[in-house]
């Protein structure tokens, strides 16, 4: 059958179904293979917190989502193209977002009235015309995939589960993705078991052969090669990033890398990915809960390690008391934060910004630490070094807060030269005569650093106050403003020894959007389509949080405006606001979603507006704008 061809710069795709349908499986497939196919990508795995939620019901689909193109793949992408849905509730829940004219690939099997009625709908979409201003394709997977193996002697339940593998080979053909790379990763990963091997690569070419012969299928899209700068690029998850950051960090530091930490929810990747570097001399205790994660941690900075604790927000409240330790000892930490949305357990398996109040003042006492931020899923590798750095070089701990979304989603990593990155190496003290704990350098102002077993250098730490120098314990009212004085110090000093904020546009004039986090991506998209359109907006990204870059309060107060974008209520503008006395304009999103680029390209196009702007110089006030529900 003859079919047409047309290239397009970039696609979403969503395959959505029961959590046990294998959606998270075939999406990361379909990212590392449009990765290996020479696309930009970034993906959004979005599934539910149950570990196995009823079968067809609303709160109990799974979905998978890829952008990819061949240029500024930012997002995962502010509507769907095509939606893959296995069954009546991944289609009712997933259809909102898909275009007009966009393609839904349906399995009918999952339409059935069981099915209809746990989604709530009371007539059958395939039949009822609702979905008209779609190009609906209806397969009855299974029935397609019975005359696949017809002549094949393989069980029919091992087929049924294959499903998933099916309609990713017809999306393969779709957009014309090579096979080679899910056929490669089947044999490795059902190594030793034949019957499964075989089941699940012929269903994947039963799905491309089904797309290619079958006349609902009438043009085939193609996706250009990206133009990216030389190099070798892998897809990469932020947790996977800040695993491998860990270990690297390690090496330039000289030093054995331990990872203290408890399973949570999205951090626990980290966790598992580390275990999968013992033959770098990783060394990694699953706790039996948060505060001995963080603990044993402290324990091994005490022992010359380069020591680590991941968690996500509830964790990090149970870790508040042994952070506080760890500030009072003044020992290299790396502590972080996969946040999710909360309070209490919350959204688990969603993303949000909510705790950056916690992160910067969550622990009782004068407790200061360095608070840093990834923008994305390959710079979370460049901001776990970071910290790592600022940990060793002034003997305190980091915190480095990632999300839910970019820990869990994926995009293209350009791989670094070792050998290229700052050496990092610790100096630990080496003259007994001279030797006190608390003795401090000049130029950071960070404490002595000597392990058990360096003689003559015996000394104790704890969390009671000590006394400056000697570190004996003190209980003298001035030596502990001194010392609280000196950890807050040390802490400011940070900013002579981090990037100045910049500004991409114009260094002044009316607005300026200011992005942190994982905002980085739906910001710079939606600042680059406004400048595309004529509108002059400036915009910069954040990274460091405590301290601040030192020009940030320059660069604010070079703008009539300035907007933040937040998945939280507002808590970076407010410390904003507190500290250079800027007003400020919040557009808040607490969803348990990132934000799509054309939620804030329609939130600053108002803003732009002649009646907005007049409206803000009469009145000098802060308008915060939430993102429609």
Do not use: C
């Given at each position: 059958?003859?079919?047409?061809?047309?290239?397009?710069?970039?696609?979403?795709?969503?395959?959505?179904?029961?959590?046990?349908?294998?959606?998270?499986?075939?999406?990361?497939?379909?990212?590392?293979?449009?990765?290996?196919?020479?696309?930009?990508?970034?993906?959004?795995?979005?599934?539910?917190?149950?570990?196995?939620?009823?079968?067809?019901?609303?709160?109990?689909?799974?979905?998978?989502?890829?952008?990819?193109?061949?240029?500024?793949?930012?997002?995962?992408?502010?509507?769907?193209?095509?939606?893959?849905?296995?069954?009546?509730?991944?289609?009712?829940?997933?259809?909102?977002?898909?275009?007009?004219?966009?393609?839904?690939?349906?399995?009918?099997?999952?339409?059935?009235?069981?099915?209809?009625?746990?989604?709530?709908?009371?007539t059958n979409p395939i039949e009822d015309g609702s979905l008209q201003k779609y190009h609906v394709v209806a397969i009855d997977m299974a029935k397609e995939l019975k005359k696949g193996f017809i002549e094949l002697d393989v069980p029919s339940k091992l087929i049924q589960r294959t499903k998933n593998l099916f309609a990713l080979g017809i999306t393969y053909w779709l957009f014309n993705r090579p096979l080679e790379a899910t056929?490669?990763?089947?044999?490795?990963?059902?190594?030793?078991?034949?019957?499964?091997?075989?089941?699940?690569?012929?269903?994947?070419?039963?799905?491309?052969?089904?797309?290619?012969?079958?006349?609902?299928?009438?043009?085939?899209?193609?996706?250009?090669?990206?133009?990216?700068?030389?190099?070798?690029?892998?897809?990469?998850?932020?947790?996977?990033?800040?695993?491998?950051?860990?270990?690297?960090?390690?090496?330039?530091?000289?030093?054995?890398?331990?990872?203290?930490?408890?399973?949570?929810?999205?951090?626990?990747?980290?966790?598992?990915?580390?275990?999968?570097?013992?033959?770098?001399?990783?060394?990694?205790?699953?706790?039996?809960?948060?505060?001995?994660?963080?603990?044993?941690?402290?324990?091994?900075?005490?022992?010359?390690?380069?020591?680590?604790?991941?968690?996500?927000?509830?964790?990090?409240?149970?870790?508040?008391?042994?952070?506080?330790?760890?500030?009072?000892?003044?020992?290299?930490?790396?502590?972080?934060?996969?946040q999710r949305a909360g309070p209490s357990t919350g959204l688990p398996t969603k993303p949000e910004q909510s705790d950056l109040m916690q992160a910067m003042y969550g622990r009782h006492g004068e407790a200061p630490l360095p608070v840093l931020a990834a923008a994305s899923s390959s710079d979370c590798f460049n901001m776990t070094v970071e910290a790592a750095r600022i940990a060793l070089k002034y003997m305190t701990p980091v915190i480095l807060l990632t999300d839910g979304y970019i820990g869990q989603a994926s995009e293209p990593w350009q791989i670094p030269d070792i050998k290229s990155l700052p050496d990092i190496t610790p100096q630990f003290a080496s003259d007994p005569a001279t030797f006190k704990p608390y003795l401090r350098k000049a130029e950071t102002l960070c404490r002595q650093w000597a392990i058990p077993g360096m003689q003559g250098m015996e000394h104790r730490i704890g969390g009671l106050e000590k006394e400056d120098g000697s570190g004996v314990v003190s209980h003298d009212a001035l030596n502990h403003q001194k010392m609280t004085e000196l950890r807050q110090k040390k802490v400011d000093g940070i900013a002579n020894d981090i990037p100045e904020l910049k500004v991409i546009g114009d260094s002044e004039g009316d607005l300026l959007l200011l992005s942190w986090g994982s905002t980085y991506g739906a910001a710079k998209t939606a600042v680059e389509k406004l400048k595309g359109d004529g509108h002059n907006i400036s915009f910069a990204h954040l990274r460091y949080l405590n301290p601040f870059p030192k020009n940030l309060g320059d660069v604010?107060?070079?703008?009539?405006?300035?907007?933040?974008?937040?998945?939280?209520?507002?808590?970076?503008?407010?410390?904003?606001?507190?500290?250079?006395?800027?007003?400020?304009?919040?557009?808040?999103?607490?969803?348990?979603?990132?934000?799509?680029?054309?939620?804030?390209?329609?939130?600053?196009?108002?803003?732009?507006?002649?009646e907005n702007l007049n409206r803000w110089k009469a009145n000098k006030g802060e308008v915060d704008i939430p993102v429609d529900l």
């Open positions: 059958m003859s079919k047409l061809t047309e290239h397009l710069e970039e696609v979403t795709i969503r395959f959505a179904g029961d959590s046990g349908d294998g959606m998270q499986l075939v999406g990361t497939q379909f990212s590392d293979t449009s990765g290996f196919a020479g696309n930009e990508v970034n993906t959004f795995p979005d599934y539910p917190s149950e570990i196995r939620a009823p079968e067809g019901t609303l709160y109990g689909v799974s979905a998978f989502q890829i952008h990819f193109g061949t240029r500024n793949i930012n997002t995962t992408g502010d509507f769907v193209d095509v939606l893959v849905a296995m069954n009546a509730a991944s289609l009712k829940v997933n259809i909102a977002n898909l275009r007009d004219q966009g393609i839904i690939i349906l399995n009918t099997e999952g339409f059935d009235a069981r099915n209809l009625k746990l989604a709530g709908y009371t056929v490669s990763w089947i044999n490795k990963k059902f190594k030793g078991k034949e019957d499964v091997i075989l089941a699940n690569v012929h269903s994947l070419q039963a799905g491309w052969n089904f797309a290619e012969k079958n006349e609902d299928f009438k043009k085939q899209y193609i996706i250009d090669k990206s133009q990216l700068a030389p190099g070798k690029y892998r897809n990469i998850t932020g947790n996977q990033a800040v695993a491998l950051g860990l270990v690297v960090a390690a090496t330039k530091a000289h030093l054995p890398l331990f990872l203290g930490s408890y399973p949570i929810t999205p951090a626990t990747d980290i966790l598992h990915a580390l275990s999968g570097y013992k033959k770098y001399g990783v060394k990694h205790l699953q706790a039996e809960d948060e505060i001995a994660g963080i603990t044993s941690a402290i324990g091994a900075a005490f022992g010359g390690s380069l020591a680590a604790t991941t968690t996500s927000g509830p964790g990090l409240s149970l870790k508040t008391e042994a952070i506080g330790l760890a500030v009072m000892t003044e020992l290299p930490l790396v502590i972080v934060d996969v604010l107060h070079r703008f009539e405006r300035v907007v933040i974008p937040e998945l939280n209520m507002g808590q970076l503008k407010n410390l904003i606001q507190a500290k250079y006395l800027k007003s400020v304009i919040g557009i808040n999103k607490v969803q348990g979603k990132p934000f799509k680029s054309i939620e804030l390209e329609e939130k600053i196009k108002m803003l732009l507006s002649l």
